[in-house]
């Protein structure tokens, strides 16, 4: 009987790990059969030309560069602000303290919002502010989206750093900002994967971008043009009726997984060297 | 300070007398160093320490021991004001330290850590290379030259024996060290901001007999020049290395006198039962 337990229990396993591999390489290899023959340096190089929606030449330059722009804006924001608020509810606060577990239950609250919401929002608060659709609202409403995912994936990190680091600080008479410097360079890694899983929800999302940062197909030359997106570009290629566009979509795709993919090696890399002393 | 001494001798509790038993009045006064008042910690309304009174002689080892969950850790975090970090920690109570109360509202916690070294029971290297992990202390603390700081660096990395085993690898991470040569490290690093008193919170138990050897070692040749305190949990650890003893229980000091006498001779029912075994 407990043999028989034993091994259902290891087919469920060995199934849900087919499935979500099989899912992967579904979607991948849908994204690449359909987008690798659109794929040219044209893509990559050029920006849309008249009728590029149409079938007429052109690339997606535009929304390569907006979509950079955007997510860099976004990532310098939200990194200024969760990394001083992680240390602040962790090493600041007292461990049992009011405004820090109401700091997480707002945080976990704001991690599941929708984007649209994100996205309604910064197009409210833009109108209030008389601004128009630009990079600047883009990158701000993108931040506000990343921020919670950032903070909370860094805080759980941190909060498994174990005593002995920040006591061993102090007892040498390290004030709190010395000790701070300290334990950051110990959590580097950590770090880097926050900023990881913000980059992938920031640079994939389409609707905080729809209103508030607008589409071009120029690259914006200051904070209150309007700038493109990946997912928007994608978006509206694929809603074109000639196909050739829609595979162009698919182009499109692989472009931004390997944005993703090249920023994640970076990070893990650059990650490594900063923390090669970690313990 | 007549006067404080005055006040001193006359509210002193028995440990007091017995710690410093064979030593006149006079002799005791010259030689020092710590001195705690009627301290009391609670932490979240338990009562931790009660009414601590004592006197820890200087350029001496004196070990603390007594049964898990004493109060031994908490007693030795507060000479150092490491409690500073945990509000639900209440403290009352005077510990002098070179006759001046820590606890007073003048004084900065820096420079009364800054007094203490610390060795952790598990040694704690800093995310840097060997060599900045000794650089470190110096350095937080105005020492900016080049020149200077790697002098000191490899002064007490010699100190501590370490040097010969890394000098051609100090640049590397300190945790490629094994955990003996960690927990010599941090002992360097700690002697690095020139303290005056060493607090070893069980500083050997998660080490090899080897490398315990080493820093009881260590702590003998230290003496000289510094006042140790050691929280230990092996008796023959404080038999073999500690000049005075202090036994606690249940957050209260039951006796505390000169190791040969403690050990010998104790005066206490608790402590022989301790002694013997009963309980641990």
């Known amino acids: 009987m407990k043999h028989l337990e034993e091994k259902i229990f290891k087919v469920i396993m060995i199934c849900a790990a087919i499935i979500i591999f099989g899912v992967l390489v579904y979607i991948i290899t849908t994204v690449f059969y359909r987008g690798l023959p659109a794929l040219s340096l044209d893509m990559i190089t050029k920006l849309p030309g008249g009728g590029f929606y149409l079938g007429k030449e052109g690339g997606v330059l535009n929304a390569i560069v907006g979509s950079l722009y955007i997510i860099i804006g976004s990532l310098a924001i939200s990194i200024f602000i969760s990394v001083p608020l992680v240390m602040y509810i962790n090493f600041y606060l007292p461990a049992k303290s009011i405004f820090s577990s109401l700091i997480r239950f707002s945080l976990d609250i704001l991690f599941g919002i929708p984007s649209i919401v994100y996205g309604a929002f910064g197009f409210a608060l ?6 128009r659709a630009s990079l600047l609202g883009g990158i701000l409403t993108v931040a506000m989206l990343i921020m919670p995912i950032m903070m909370r ?5 941190t909060r498994l750093l174990s005593h002995d680091l920040p006591d061993a600080l102090l007892s040498l008479g390290a004030t709190k900002y010395e000790m701070i410097k300290v334990i950051l360079r110990q959590l580097m890694p950590g770090l880097v994967t926050a900023i990881l899983l913000a980059v992938g929800r920031g640079i994939g999302d389409a609707a905080t971008v729809l209103f508030t940062a607008g589409y071009t197909d120029n690259i914006p030359a200051s904070l209150n043009q309007p ?18 566009v829609q595979n162009r979509a698919y182009a499109s795709a692989i472009i931004l997984t390997v944005i993703i993919l090249i920023l994640s090696f970076s990070a893990r890399y650059f990650g490594s060297k900063f923390s090669k002393h970690k313990i | 300070m007549i ?12 440990s007091f007398i017995e710690l410093n038993k064979a030593i006149t009045l006079k002799k005791l006064i010259a030689t020092q160093s710590i001195r705690i008042e009627n301290l009391d910690v609670y932490i979240e309304n338990q009562h931790i ?4 009174n004592l006197t820890i002689p200087e350029k001496s080892i004196t070990c603390i021991i007594g049964p898990s969950g004493c109060g031994k850790s908490t007693f030795l975090k507060t000479l150092n004001r490491m409690h500073d970090e945990s509000p639900e920690v209440k403290i009352s109570g005077k510990v002098f330290v070179d006759d ?3 606890y007073g509202s003048h004084v900065n916690v820096i420079d009364t850590r800054k007094k203490m070294g610390l060795l952790a029971q598990r040694p704690c290297p800093l995310p840097m290379s060997i060599f900045e992990n000794v650089a470190y202390g110096p350095r937080i603390h105005g020492i900016k030259k080049r020149k200077a700081v790697n002098q000191t660096v490899i002064q007490y990395l010699q100190y501590v024996g370490l040097w010969d085993e890394v000098r051609d690898r100090v640049r590397t991470s300190a945790t490629r060290l094994s955990i003996g040569q960690q927990q010599r490290l941090c002992l360097a690093r700690g002697l690095a901001i020139e303290p005056e008193y060493i607090l070893g919170d069980e500083a050997t138990s998660a080490l090899d007999p080897l490398s315990t050897k080493k820093i009881e070692e260590l702590f003998v040749k230290l003496k000289e020049k510094y006042t140790i305190i050691l929280v230990t949990h092996t008796l023959r650890q404080a038999k073999r290395i500690a000049d005075h ?3 606690m229980y249940l957050g ?15 005066k206490k029912q608790l402590t022989r039962e301790y002694l013997s075994g009963s309980f641990s």
């Open chain 1, 126 to 131: 833009m109108i209030f502010l008389g601004v």
């Open chain 1, 153 to 157: 994936s860094f805080d759980e990190i």
């Open chain 1, 227 to 244: 700038a493109a997106t990946l997912p928007l570009s994608i978006f509206f290629q694929l809603g074109s009726p000639v196909e050739e």
């Open chain 2, 3 to 14: 006067l404080t001494n005055q006040h001193q001798a006359s509210g002193i509790h028995d």
């Open chain 2, 49 to 52: 320490l009660r009414d601590i």
């Open chain 2, 100 to 102: 001046e109360n820590i």
């Open chain 2, 245 to 247: 003893i202090i036994f």
């Open chain 2, 252 to 266: 209260k000091i039951i006796e505390a006198g000169p190791t040969e006498e403690f050990f010998n001779n104790p």
